[in-house]
């Protein structure tokens, strides 16, 4: 495993006008309101469909649109869970080297089941959660 993407081309450099650096501080972030550019900007950044990557904040993506064209920014809820998102795809990106490897291990199943990482998206404690098996696999555990 690659432990550093190259530079300028990770997500790190791309958000890192965002404090994601603890759940405080995205929690903080996300109530004061979170533009809808930085949703359109990670769906690219990670070449996720807008749909999916709606889907898995349980919000539709004709809300954010209609946010986005109203200048409004995100609702706290819809905001912290992005931003915890995009944390954790830093640390994919970080881990894997690259977010296409992080996005093949999240379609992998795992734990000896059908299950995947990216089943686990859809709330703020799965993120949380793969975000502790990653910190294992960096610090050389299996996961």
Same mark, same amino acid.
Request: proline share 4%; net charge negative.
């Given at each position: 495993? /690659?432990?550093? @993407?190259?530079?300028? =081309? ?18 903080? =972030? +996300? ?15 990670? /070449? ?5 990557? @709606? ?5 539709? @993506? ?5 946010? /986005?064209? +109203? ?10 869970? *992005? *931003? ?11 881990? %894997?080297?690259?977010?296409?490897? %992080? ?9 000896? =089941? ?14 949380? %959660? ?12 299996? @996961?």
């Amino acid at each position: 495993m /690659k432990t550093v @993407a190259q530079p300028g =081309s990770n997500l790190k450099s791309k958000f890192n006008h965002i404090d994601m650096d603890s759940n405080f501080a995205i929690v903080l =972030s +996300a109530r004061k309101g979170l533009h809808t550019k930085v949703f359109y900007d990670f769906a690219e950044a990670i /070449k996720m469909p807008e749909r999916r990557l @709606a889907a898995i904040m349980n919000v539709s @993506a004709r809300t954010i649109s209609n946010y /986005k064209e +109203a200048q409004k920014t995100l609702e706290p809820l819809y905001g912290e869970h *992005l *931003l915890k998102l995009i944390a954790l795809f830093e640390k994919g990106e970080e881990v %894997f080297g690259t977010i296409d490897e %992080f996005n093949y291990w999240l379609q992998k199943p795992i734990w000896n =089941s059908a299950e995947k990482p990216a089943d686990w998206l859809t709330t703020g404690g799965g993120v949380d %959660f793969l975000s502790e098996e990653l910190d294992k696999m960096a610090e050389g555990y299996p @996961a």
